[in-house]
């Protein structure tokens, strides 16, 4: 298929699991937000509690695991909004199509590295569960649960990574795909409900 400017098209259901993705890790995204919240509670109890009460043995490391939550479900969604570091002193001055296939082939590296992680990690949750993994603090909390959200996290920027790659393989082809992302949206008159929105991605996405 081509569009109306003679260009081909990439094939639908790329383009509908570029769309998902990114809606996908938006909202995790935003959701984990909220983690940070969860964190100074956490910290606020822990120095209320060393003033007035015992002090708890589980309020330094809860907060370090909010924090991995916080950090790990939202990196996809800083991949999305372009906020990860990057050397811009040539890449800017490139044209559109140039730093999408410099994307492309990092990209692939970077597949593979997060594919790694996924893999590693479902072996490392899998013998959290068979022995009943437990942290070697004074409190002693299984590490499965913690383990997940690290793998839950890797697989969202493996997923965000293949997304990427398709956007620049469609930029290269000279048909970048479009920058909707949906979200949803809670209100008064309708509930809540998905709704099409145009985030703005990163500059070479589509650019």
């Not at 998902?20 to 937000?33: E, F, L, Q, T």
């Not at 907060?63 to 999305?80: D, K, N, P, Q």
């Not at 559109?96 to 410099?102: C, F, L, N, Q, S």
Request: net charge positive; aromatic share 14%.
């Amino acid at each position: 298929m081509r569009d109306r400017q003679g260009r081909p098209d990439m094939p639908r259901f790329l383009v509908r699991f570029v769309h998902a993705v990114d809606s996908v890790n938006y909202m995790i995204g935003r959701a984990a937000m909220y983690l940070l919240f969860a964190m100074f509670a956490v910290l606020v109890w822990s120095i209320v509690a060393k003033i007035f009460f015992r002090p708890p043995l589980w309020s330094m490391e809860m907060t370090e695991y909010f924090f991995v939550g916080y950090y790990l479900l939202g990196g996809a969604y800083s991949l999305i909004l372009g906020a990860n570091v990057r050397m811009d002193l040539l890449y800017t001055r490139w044209s559109p199509r140039k730093r999408a296939t410099i994307n492309a082939i990092t990209g692939l590296g970077l597949i593979f590295f997060l594919a790694v992680i996924v893999f590693g990690g479902i072996g490392a949750v899998i013998y959290a569960f068979e022995y009943g993994q437990r942290s070697s603090s004074a409190w002693r909390p299984y590490l499965a649960p913690i383990k997940i959200v690290v793998c839950i996290g890797a697989f969202q920027m493996l997923m965000q990574s293949i997304s990427f790659f398709i956007r620049d393989i469609a930029t290269i082809r000279g048909a970048p795909i479009s920058q909707e992302i949906a979200v949803l949206r809670l209100s008064l008159r309708n509930g809540l409900h998905l709704v099409r929105d145009k985030v703005r991605l990163d500059v070479e996405l589509g650019a």
